[in-house]
């Protein structure tokens, strides 16, 4: 699913900016207010450099992101407008909220889905995050 409707309880994997600590992330989003975090997790992606912040494309890389619970839904618009995700033409989209199975350690299912900030962009070209992990300094 792409850009649906966020419910109360639904989990959320961050793998850049807004992580905990994350060097560039955007004081008007209260995470630690609209939700709780519960740790770190795993998924399967690629991650790019996109000069600043990271984006998640197809790929088989264990990435290293945050999981989150959100409890107040109205700090979605918020992680949208600052994901620049445009619900009603993915096509202008910079990134689309999507669902993804959520890993454990060795990249095994939990049984979860969470959204996640997929790029929705072309790629090609940008240097990959070798070892799935963006750095809270930002920096590779």
């Given at each position: 699913?792409?850009?649906?409707?966020?419910?109360?309880?639904?989990?959320?994997?961050?793998?850049?900016?807004?992580?905990?600590?994350?060097?560039?992330?955007?004081?008007?989003?209260d995470?630690?207010?609209?939700?709780?975090y519960?740790?770190?997790?795993?998924?399967?992606?690629?991650?790019?450099?996109?000069?600043?912040?990271?984006?998640?494309?197809?790929?088989e890389?264990?990435?290293?992101?945050?999981?989150?619970?959100?409890?107040?839904?109205?700090?979605?618009?918020?992680?949208?407008?600052?994901?620049?995700?445009?619900?009603?033409?993915?096509?202008?989209?910079?990134?689309?909220?999507?669902?993804?199975?959520?890993?454990?350690?060795?990249?095994?299912?939990?049984?979860?889905?969470?959204?996640?900030?997929?790029?929705?962009?072309?790629?090609?070209?940008?240097?990959?995050?070798?070892?799935?992990?963006?750095?809270?300094?930002?920096?590779?």
């Amino acid at each position: 699913m792409i850009n649906g409707p966020v419910s109360k309880g639904d989990l959320f994997v961050f793998y850049g900016l807004l992580k905990k600590g994350a060097a560039g992330a955007p004081a008007h989003i209260d995470l630690e207010a609209a939700g709780r975090y519960l740790g770190p997790c795993r998924f399967r992606a690629r991650l790019v450099d996109l000069g600043g912040y990271p984006g998640a494309v197809d790929g088989e890389t264990l990435c290293t992101g945050e999981l989150y619970v959100l409890e107040d839904v109205s700090v979605a618009r918020e992680l949208d407008a600052f994901e620049d995700v445009e619900a009603g033409d993915p096509a202008d989209s910079l990134f689309q909220r999507r669902k993804i199975d959520v890993l454990d350690d060795e990249g095994r299912p939990t049984g979860q889905t969470a959204w996640i900030y997929w790029y929705a962009k072309p790629a090609a070209g940008a240097p990959e995050v070798a070892n799935g992990d963006w750095p809270l300094e930002g920096k590779r």
